[in-house]
């Protein structure tokens, strides 16, 4: 127990950093799962030392009662101990010759009273090393009789790994071909490594008889690569001048020139449709007149069942007016829009997507533009999964390499450690790439 309780102290100790470091994580998902996993391997490593512990205590006595460690009610078979006195017997057979002559001597020293008889004895002993040789040659002979005899009583199992398996790991030419499959192991995962996209299947994230599969599968087919993205201005300007209606033009010009933008024809913009319905039906509209840009646009939004879908589009300030009352306190506060997007092949273009979107609106503070689409969450969580996944695996090895260093007292032993965790580092995010 004195050897394996660092063993199962480092393992245990180590696997409980790892977990509580990837609970410092953005994503909630994450965080709970590492937070949980963490505790569990707390308990296993307490329930190690002591449950387990016991355990292992009460099995060793089993067996030196020559019990069964699995079922107690079963003793050793005869087989079994005859060979365990046969190797006692052949590991320290002249321990005990020497230990029988020494109990002679010092008993024939104390009977007689003094060494003359002491004296005799060793001449006798001298002279018979001939025949002690010849007696210990015989002894260890009829030894490995025994112990051939025992060799043949062993499993298929220990056969194989006895005279097969040792032979062929201590090869060199075995040594070698391992170096080289561990070389191109690490040239894959790199490779792997460098070229690797983020990515998530929706699909699969439900299984297969859930009903959204199918609903997936269709939006797939028919919409693929496309997708319509919302875009708030919450502090909006006074559109009743018309160098802030050029202002909010050009901004979602912007958004329109991003490299996955449909352009003006994937556009629904609230201020494009009201000037093309004023021309249509002649309608005369001042470049800095309150009543044509407040006003108006109020009064559009509600006509008739088209034109009230763009109602939703408008929060307004004192707008619970009547036609007599006085219309000059209504102001626009805020309004949306919306871009089409398409070509959206992968996860990795969601992420791209958002980060465009998110620096054409930093540009815009005062305006307070916010862009929103149905998967911002997926590429919320898909931005920040490579930087936190490299800097919680450095935290972590960093965490192990001095607890290895602490325990292990040969410190290159820490280092081969350390090369091995990076080795299964690089292949775990390869396989996962």
């Known amino acids: 127990m004195s050897e394996s309780s660092v063993a199962i102290f480092i393992t245990s100790i180590t696997d409980v950093i790892s977990f509580a470091v990837g609970s410092t994580t953005d994503i909630l998902a994450v965080r709970g799962f590492c937070m949980m996993t963490s505790a569990c391997m707390l308990f296993t490593f307490i329930y190690q030392i002591t449950f387990f512990a016991s355990l292992m205590v009460i099995s060793a006595k089993l067996q030196m009662n020559e019990r069964n460690a699995c079922c107690p009610c079963m003793r050793v078979s005869e087989d079994n101990k005859e060979s365990k006195k046969t190797s006692k017997s052949v590991e320290n057979p002249k321990l005990e010759e020497e230990k029988e002559a020494d109990e002679g001597i010092g008993e024939e020293v104390v009977e007689s009273g003094g060494l003359p008889k002491l004296n005799n004895k060793l001449n006798?002993?001298?002279?018979?090393?001939?025949?002690?040789?010849?007696?210990?040659?015989?002894?260890?002979?009829?030894?490995?009789?025994?112990?051939?005899?025992?060799?043949?009583?062993?499993?298929?199992?220990?056969?194989?790994?006895?005279?097969?398996?040792?032979?062929?790991?201590?090869?060199?030419?075995?040594?070698?071909?391992?170096?080289?499959?561990?070389?191109?192991?690490?040239?894959?995962?790199?490779?792997?490594?460098?070229?690797?996209?983020?990515?998530?299947?929706?699909?699969?994230?439900?299984?297969?008889?859930?009903?959204?599969?199918?609903?997936?599968?269709?939006?797939i087919d028919l919409f693929h690569g496309g997708d319509q993205i919302e875009i708030a201005i919450v502090s909006a300007p006074n559109m009743s001048l018309k160098i802030e209606r050029d202002r909010i033009n050009k901004l979602v010009e912007e958004f329109e020139n991003i490299p996955y933008c449909i352009g003006k024809n994937g556009t629904e913009f609230w201020l494009r449709e009201y000037i093309k319905y004023a021309e249509q039906t002649g309608s005369f509209l001042l470049e800095d007149d309150i009543w044509s840009w407040n006003r108006g646009v109020y009064e559009w939004s509600r006509l008739f069942a088209f034109y009230k879908l763009w109602s939703q589009d408008f929060v307004w300030e004192n707008d619970q007016i009547t036609p007599t009352d006085n219309w000059d306190p209504l102001e626009m506060r805020s309004f949306r829009l919306r871009i089409g997007v398409t070509n959206f092949n992968n996860a990795n273009d969601l992420v791209l997507v958002t980060q465009m979107l998110r620096e054409v609106a930093s540009k815009h503070k005062d305006l307070q533009v916010y862009t929103f689409q149905h998967g911002r969450a997926i590429a919320d969580q898909l931005n920040v999964l490579l930087p936190f996944t490299l800097r919680n695996d450095l935290i972590a090895m960093a965490c192990m390499v001095v607890i290895y260093l602490l325990c292990i007292p040969n410190p290159i032993c820490t280092i081969w450690i350390m090369l091995a965790m990076l080795s299964i580092e690089i292949g775990i995010m390869y396989e996962n790439k």
């Open 124 to 219: 006798l002993m001298t002279s018979s090393a001939s025949f002690s040789s010849e007696f210990s040659i015989s002894t260890s002979q009829s030894a490995e009789n025994k112990i051939n005899n025992t060799k043949t009583k062993n499993t298929p199992m220990c056969n194989f790994f006895r005279n097969f398996y040792v032979d062929f790991i201590l090869d060199k030419r075995t040594k070698f071909a391992v170096i080289i499959i561990f070389l191109i192991y690490l040239v894959l995962s790199i490779y792997g490594i460098a070229t690797m996209q983020q990515g998530l299947d929706y699909e699969k994230l439900l299984i297969k008889s859930d009903p959204l599969m199918r609903t997936m599968k269709m939006e």
